[in-house]
């Protein structure tokens, strides 16, 4: 199945000019495979300036606490491919989606619940069977 509609996602974890021209050419170059691919880009989720590595303390629903990567961005992409309004997905590298084991992992259970095409620029981020997820998981 070839996806009509993919979300895009662009990260970078420190932008010092405050410029996102990071993200832009991010963005421009998943663009660009995009059109190669012949998918439509429904959504670009922009995560300027956002650490996927950091970790921060929240509190869970049972009241324990843990450390967490905070990433909206992230998060809305997951609800994306869940709920059936993308199909599929692009970003630059996989180091760009993911940094931290437990953000890798939530991706790769919905890419097989949704069977959603992951792409990358770099092509560095491949989902489509169990030596990429096990090449994916040894480079995080």
């Not at 959504?43 to 606490?65: C, H, M, Q, Y």
């Not at 692009?90 to 993911?98: E, H, N, P, Q, S």
């Not at 890419?111 to 981020?125: D, H, I, K, N, W």
Request: no cysteine; aromatic share 2%.
């Amino acid at each position: 199945m070839k996806p009509v509609r993919a979300a895009i996602l662009v990260r970078i974890s420190d932008d010092r000019a405050g410029d996102a021209a990071g993200v832009g050419r991010q963005e421009k170059d998943a663009r660009a495979l995009a059109d190669r691919l012949g998918w439509q880009v429904s959504e670009v989720i922009i995560e300027n300036d956002v650490s996927a590595f950091k970790r921060r303390t929240v509190t869970l629903p049972d009241g324990s606490t843990a450390l967490r990567v905070l990433r909206p961005g992230f998060r809305r992409l997951l609800e994306l491919l869940t709920l059936g309004q993308v199909d599929g997905m692009i970003a630059y590298d996989l180091d760009r989606v993911a940094r931290d084991p437990r953000d890798l992992e939530d991706l790769i259970d919905v890419v097989e619940q949704t069977r959603a095409p992951v792409e990358s620029v770099s092509g560095s981020l491949r989902l489509a069977n169990d030596s990429d997820i096990t090449m994916a998981r040894v480079m995080v």
